[in-house]
């Protein structure tokens, strides 16, 4: 059992810390560890009530990483690799959160969090070059430097459509699911929302549910995962090839070691591409993404493999009605984040299981009794909304950040989130974001992202503290720079030509645009490590103030 949260008190009194940590997700748990290591003082601010980010608060019905466990964990600390052992390729949420649990309590990092708290503002005092945040506790934490560790995908969007408040039945969100146990048992269950998790969500309702209502409007590319458990002997090869497996995903291009290949789609014959995508169909999971070079990029090609995919729905689901609605059109497969299932299109074979296309009948509202759409009213008594975040930027603008001279995160992203190698932000010294919106984000590795991230910041502050510099933040001609980079990369795939959260379209009034950095995780780091070894050049640095009097 993890080790009490620590709940503080509601206080007036300042705390005056090194560092402040936002977020106690995986980013955030490192940060504070490597901070702590420094010989830092710092202090942890988590919303929710213990470790594990994203994982404390999903704990929906089926809720499972698309990430093997090789990649989706920490990669810093030999020990911990040693001692935990996962039982699964691709783990549920309660042995992810058990995992996190796990770390917390090897490296006692709980006593350095407040837990169940909030920052609802935080602002540079320029003249003391210190950070001052507010929370929701009554608190003020003033710090040398500011890590938000917020996560990409932290601030659940509800749909847009009236009448929430008017349901009187069971109100659910995936992202913010209860912590006792719900039972679906014999009840009518609405679902609004089918990307990752509304496919996760599918399948596990099902067998319990008396009626399971799918509102769909945008299909998603979903394989099959055809997870395994992991057997003693191969988690024995891997405890002991962990070095090597760490080295190949810090080197590659996705920050992991999820299968890739070189081979462009048409450098083969097509008897052969129908064999290689029946192959990776068929061993399932992360195979059926690396199977060809250029799909993000040759549009003919990703279209080849769509249609693979549209066949085998069809090949599954039996109401040819239904199987064409599931089909996705209109956009590239991968642009959209893909997903891995199990069972979920053959959940549609069930004769209790309904698809609603909102595309054809569109959702009016949410009535007292169910959904609205054009073509009637449907009754439920449980809607659960898996509608998604808003994803990259929304972090760090659902609560106010003031930088130098009073500008804010709200005012510099207005037309869209930029900022320095997705790390740091000119016009705000001192602070720095792990997983920011402008690196690789959703595209790499999370937890071998947050740990380069880290890392860096945590090496740049020690030449900082070395050096007798006070502050930091990137000279704006380079952050100027590396949007150009970033939006230049952007044109080159087809992840930019969906209307998905990596895009912002799935919020309204959100600037439209691809804003995470495309090039590979490989790159990325190669460009972050060229700037500390040629020694920051693209920093504006400052010296500490000299008091008067």
């Not at 940590?21 to 942890?44: D, I, N, S, W």
């Not at 169940?116 to 945040?133: E, P, Y």
């Not at 601030?155 to 009236?162: L, N």
């Not at 569109?362 to 009535?367: L, N």
């Amino acid at each position: 059992m993890p080790a009490q949260a620590n709940t503080p008190p509601a206080s007036s009194d300042p705390i005056a810390v090194d560092t402040l940590v936002v977020g106690a997700g995986f980013g955030g748990m490192y940060a504070v560890h490597k901070m702590r290591e420094m010989g830092l003082t710092v202090m942890g601010v988590e919303a929710g009530g213990d470790v594990g980010g994203v994982w404390y608060w999903n704990r929906y019905p089926g809720a499972r990483c698309d990430l093997m466990c090789v990649d989706y964990s920490f990669g810093f600390s030999d020990d911990i690799q040693q001692e935990w052992t996962w039982s699964e390729q691709f783990a549920a949420q309660p042995e992810i959160l058990a995992y996190a649990n796990f770390v917390a309590d090897r490296l006692a990092l709980r006593p350095l969090f407040q837990f169940n708290t909030r920052v609802t503002k935080a602002s540079w005092d320029a003249t003391r070059q210190r950070w001052i945040a507010q929370t929701d506790r009554g608190q003020q934490i003033e710090a040398t430097y500011c890590i938000m560790a917020t996560g990409p995908l932290s601030v659940p969007k509800d749909p847009e459509f009236p009448g929430l408040a008017d349901f009187k039945g069971e109100l659910l969100r995936a992202a913010k699911w209860p912590h006792d146990p719900v039972s679906f048992q014999g009840k009518r269950v609405g679902l609004i929302g089918t990307g990752s998790s509304g496919i996760q969500i599918v399948p596990v309702v099902a067998q319990e549910a008396g009626a399971l209502h799918v509102f769909q409007r945008t299909p998603s590319f979903t394989m099959p995962m055809r997870n395994s458990a992991l057997d003693a002997d191969y988690v024995a090869e891997l405890k002991r090839h962990y070095p090597a497996i760490r080295a190949v995903a810090r080197a590659s291009q996705l920050g992991g070691v999820r299968p890739v290949t070189s081979r462009p789609f048409f450098s083969i014959t097509p008897d052969q591409r129908q064999r290689v995508m029946e192959d990776a169909w068929a061993r399932g999971g992360l195979d059926f993404l690396g199977m060809f070079s250029d799909l993000l990029t040759n549009p003919e090609a990703n279209e080849h493999v769509a249609e693979f995919v549209r066949g085998k729905i069809g090949e599954t689901v039996t109401d040819p009605v239904v199987a064409e609605k599931l089909k996705p059109r209109g956009y590239p497969i991968f642009a959209r984040r893909p997903c891995l299932d199990t069972g979920y299109y053959e959940s549609y074979n069930l004769p209790h299981v309904h698809l609603h296309d909102c595309l054809e009948h569109p959702i009016e509202r949410v009535t007292e009794n169910g959904v609205l759409t054009s073509a009637g009213e449907v009754e439920l008594d449980m809607l659960i909304l898996a509608t998604g975040y808003d994803g990259l930027s929304g972090a760090l603008m659902a609560f106010e950040v003031e930088g130098r001279d009073g500008q804010t995160v709200r005012t510099k992203w207005v037309g869209g989130a930029r900022s320095y190698l997705g790390l740091m932000m000119a016009g705000f010294p001192n602070m720095f974001m792990v997983c920011g919106p402008n690196g690789p984000a959703a595209l790499a590795n999370i937890i071998t992202l947050d740990e380069q991230n880290v890392n860096w910041i945590c090496d740049l502050i020690a030449h900082m503290r070395s050096t007798g510099i006070a502050t930091v933040e990137p000279r704006p001609e380079a952050e100027d720079s590396w949007m150009e980079t970033v939006f230049s990369l952007a044109q080159l795939t087809l992840v930019s030509k969906a209307n998905t959260w990596y895009t912002g379209t799935n919020v309204d009034g959100k600037p439209r645009g691809l804003i995470m950095y495309t090039g590979g995780f490989f790159r990325y780091n190669e460009a972050c490590t060229a700037v500390a070894q040629s020694g920051y050049p693209t920093l504006k640095f400052g010296k500490a103030m000299v008091a008067v009097g």
